[in-house]
């Protein structure tokens, strides 16, 4: 782990107490007011030197550690994009810093388009695998062999299921699919959309891949939950836009809270 994540984990640690952190929750688009549901302390980004200015609109840039339905968390709620800074590592720091406070798994959400027909807005997508269309990566210019990670199962197949089964004890449909990762800012066109599904995607976003590729780096199990926030473009007559994506993402969060909470009850 670097220094800076060390010594932020000390701060932290000063701050929020020396309890170990068993899960960690990086919050979406639209997502970001679940962090204020954590009985806990509270930080803002700006008090951790070099963490992301998450300077995008619907974020909550602040990180929170306490108990969430009886389980220690670190929740992260807002999140860099490759696209703020050109950089597909923004993540890297927080996910170090994660790890060093003792978590052993990261959950990330995120806001997604849909690229299947049924899996309409205000659908929840577990994802089983990503592809990475954007051709970046966050281990580029990494120089230890941990650099060579595999990412077979880098959704924790065990995870996965506590997910569906608290879904299911939700009575929540929580779909399950294959994320691919666009670099954005900008949409997708609809040719785009229609060579990622051939390719095998079911849905699309501009985050997610990163942050799972540096948490396996890291040793951490990871689960991931797309809140479908439209359809892809081409796929429907709806408009696309940053505006849609944050209005439409509390349909999906409502349900989306009510699974993380009963999968972390279930838990404790
Ligand atoms: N494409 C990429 N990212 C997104 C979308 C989309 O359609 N919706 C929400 N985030």
Redesign the pocket.
């Known amino acids: 782990m670097s220094k800076n994540a060390d010594d932020l984990v000390r701060i932290i640690r000063d701050r929020a107490g020396d309890t170990d952190v068993r899960f960690g929750l990086i919050l979406g ?1 639209g997502l970001g007011h679940l962090a204020d549901a954590v009985d806990g302390v509270a930080i803002d980004y700006d008090e951790l030197p070099g963490f992301p200015h998450a300077g995008v609109s619907g974020h909550n840039p602040k990180l929170v550690i306490g108990a969430l339905e009886g389980v220690q968390v670190a929740v992260f709620g807002g999140r860099s994009h490759y696209y703020e800074s050109g950089r597909a590592d923004a993540m890297r720091l927080p996910i170090e810093v994660l790890k060093g406070l003792g978590a052993g798994s990261l959950i990330v959400t ?4 849909s690229l299947q027909p049924d899996m309409v807005t205000g659908s929840l997508m577990c994802l089983t695998d990503h592809i990475n269309f954007s051709g970046l990566n966050p281990l580029i210019g990494e120089a230890t062999d941990a650099r060579f990670v595999p990412m077979k199962d880098a959704y924790d197949p065990d995870l996965r299921q506590a997910l569906l089964d608290a879904a299911s004890g939700e009575g929540v449909d929580l779909d399950q699919g294959v994320y691919a990762w ?1 670099s ?1 800012p900008s ?2 066109t609809p040719a785009e959309i229609n060579a990622i599904r051939i390719l095998g995607a079911d849905a ?3 985050s997610t891949v990163p942050e799972t590729i540096l948490a396996r780096f890291l040793g951490l199990k990871v689960a991931a939950i797309s809140t479908i ?2 359809m ?2 081409g796929m429907s007559d709806e408009s ?1 836009s940053h505006e849609h ?1 944050k209005a439409m993402a509390p349909i999906g969060a409502a349900k989306l809270e009510r699974v993380l909470r009963r999968f972390l009850r279930d838990l404790s």
């Open positions: 688009s995120n806001a997604a388009g666009y954005g949409f997708e699309v976003g501009m926030t439209n892809a473009a696309i994506t």
